[in-house]
C-alpha cells in the first residue's frame, strides 16, 4: 500500500517559454502539461511537440516553447528554431495515455521497483507550475495505479534487456533505446505499466509551501497538511540539503513516498 510520487515535467533548466518561466495554473486551475525534451534523436517517437494539441485553447505545445535544451549540462545546442521547435520529439515520460513510466534516476528506481503490480500501489507525478502568488510551486498532475513492474538491471545481458523493453512499446524508455539497450545503458531502468489514472484536469492547491529556515534563508518545502493528508513519509536526512531536517526540500524534485492505496491517493488529490 504505497503511492511514489515523482516529480516530472518540462522547466526552467530544459526549456524557455514564450510568455513565462514555466506553465501557470488558470484560475480555475487548468493547466497544460509540457513533457521534457527528449535528450537523443534516436527514437521512435513520432509525435513532436507540434503535433500534440493544448488541452485548453488552440495551437500546439510548440506554440508554447521558445527554446529546448535537450541535454542541461551537456554539449548539444539549443534549439530555437521555431521549425525545429516544432519538430523536435518530446521526452513523453510519463505518457498518461497509455500508462507508463519509466525511470533511471537513482534516487527514485529503488522506490519504484518496490511497488507491487496488480494491488493498491500506485505512482502519482507533480510538476512546477507558476501559481496565483507568482512563485513556481509543485502541483499534482496525475497519477495511475501499477499493474506491471519491469526491472532492466546494468548487468542483465542484450537479450534479456531487449525482452524487457519490449513488454513496454509505448514507454519512451523503451522507444529510445538502440540495439535492445536502454538510453542509460550502465544503470538499472524500471518500466511501469497502469491500469487506471491519467492526467487531472485541474491542479489543486500547491503541494509546496515557500519558507524560511536557518536564519532568514528561505527555500520550497512540503505543504505540512499535504504531508499530514497523503501520509508522508519522514525524509532520510541529508547532510548535503539545505533543507530543514524536520521538512522535505522539494526543489530537486525528490521521490515522495506516501502510505497511502490507491483509490484514496486518487481521492485526495481529486479533492486537495
Known sequence: MTVVCCGIGADTT???????RVPTVGPDGEFEYLPIPEKTRETSEDRPYGDRPLRYGDGTMA???????????????????PDAVAAYPPHDDPNLHALTYGEHRPGYVNRLAALEPGGDDAVGFYAGLEGEDGR??????????????????????????????????????????????????DRR???????????????????????A????????????EFVREFAVAKPAHDPESTARADKAGVVR??????????ETFRQRATEW
Not at 253 to 262: G, S, T
Open 63 to 81: 506554440d508554447l516553447l521558445a527554446r529546448l535544451v535537450p541535454d542541461p549540462g551537456g554539449d548539444a545546442d539549443a534549439v530555437t528554431d
Open 253 to 262: 524534485k525528490p521521490a515522495i513516498v506516501c502510505a497511502l492505496d490507491a
Open 14 to 20: 530544459n526549456v524557455e517559454l514564450r510568455d513565462s
Open 189 to 211: 531502468v524500471v518500466l511501469l505499466d497502469g491500469d487506471e489514472g491519467g492526467l487531472f484536469e485541474r491542479a489543486g492547491r500547491p503541494m509546496s509551501t515557500f519558507a
Open 136 to 185: 513556481l510551486h509543485r502541483y499534482l498532475v496525475g497519477w495511475f495505479r501499477v499493474s506491471r513492474v519491469t526491472v532492466v538491471e546494468a548487468d542483465d545481458d542484450p537479450e534479456t534487456k531487449r525482452e524487457k523493453l519490449v513488454r513496454h512499446p509505448d514507454n519512451a524508455h523503451a522507444k529510445r533505446a538502440v540495439d535492445g539497450r536502454p538510453y542509460r545503458d
Open 213 to 224: 529556515f536557518d536564519g532568514d534563508r528561505r527555500g520550497y518545502f512540503l505543504d505540512d
